[in-house]
T-cell receptor
Framework: AQSVTQLGSHVSVSEGALVLLRCNYS??????LFWYVQYPNQGLQLLLK??????LVKGINGFEAEFKKSETSFHLTKPSAHMSDAAEYFC??????????????FGTGTKLQVIP | DGGITQSPKYLFRKEGQNVTLSCEQN?????MYWYRQDPGQGLRLIYY???????QKGDIAEGYSVSREKKESFPLTVTSAQKNPTAFYLC??????????????FGSGTRLTVV
């Protein structure tokens, strides 16, 4: 079984400051890792994903994340926060299961507040 | 543009009533999914369908039913057996390779409230 832990349900940063949202996972098999963003009353949108290969992945809106196997982490970062980054962010892990289905487990989310 | 359309955006249900949430996609995706979102709990899988005329229960299927008669459509019925249906419901889809390779495309959600 896999699990995802997002440290901090709420994170506040000043506009222009570094954004760091933490995600740790556990999985008995190599996982695929994802970050999604959700604006109020909207669906989730894929920010970036790690499947195989390069451990530093770049996504949309200037976000990036680094897969660190030794730390079982996949933290999301952005060098300079913008007001439009205020949203809720979800980390997710995906592993293969029976019948070709890939089981997805989501974290409980981190709400990012950007202070002007 | 291709995407997933969920309707209605807001839905109110009376006690003992069944309601159906619509989900339509024009992405030609094979697999479709229904999730429930409650504050502070992340997303929980209700049902999924990998091909037409086949679907599987997810983690919290009790009190819900689905059908997959067309590739484009995956409606969710919230039955009166679901004791706490107030939540935000999200429909998602993926190509045949599944979430691991592609990630989900989500609709914009339906907010269901029991009155």
């Amino acid at each position: 079984a896999q699990s995802v832990t997002q440290l901090g349900s709420h994170v506040s940063v000043s506009e222009g400051a570094l954004v760091l949202l933490r995600c740790n996972y556990s999985s008995s098999v190599p996982p695929y890792l994802f970050w999604y963003v959700q604006y109020p009353n909207q669906g989730l949108q894929l920010l970036l994903k790690y499947t195989t290969g390069a451990t530093l992945v770049k996504g949309i809106n200037g976000f990036e994340a680094e897969f660190k196997k030794s730390e079982t982490s996949f933290h999301l970062t952005k060098p300079s926060a913008h007001m439009s980054d205020a949203a809720e962010y979800f980390c997710a892990v995906s592993v293969s299961s029976s019948g070709g289905y890939q089981k997805v487990t989501f974290g409980t989310g981190t709400k990012l507040q950007v202070i002007p | 543009d291709g995407g997933i359309t969920q309707s209605p955006k807001y839905l109110f249900r009376k006690e003992g009533q069944n309601v159906t949430l619509s989900c339509e996609q024009n992405l030609n995706h094979d697999a479709m999914y229904w999730y429930r979102q409650d504050p502070g709990q992340g997303l929980r899988l209700i049902y999924y369908s990998q091909i037409v005329n086949d679907f599987q229960k997810g983690d919290i299927a009790e009190g819900y039913s689905v059908s997959r008669e067309k590739k484009e459509s995956f409606p969710l019925t919230v039955t009166s057996a679901q004791k706490n249906p107030t939540a935000f419901y999200l429909c998602a889809s993926t190509p045949a390779g599944g979430h691991g390779n592609y990630g989900y495309t989500f609709g914009s959600g339906t907010r269901l409230t029991v009155v």
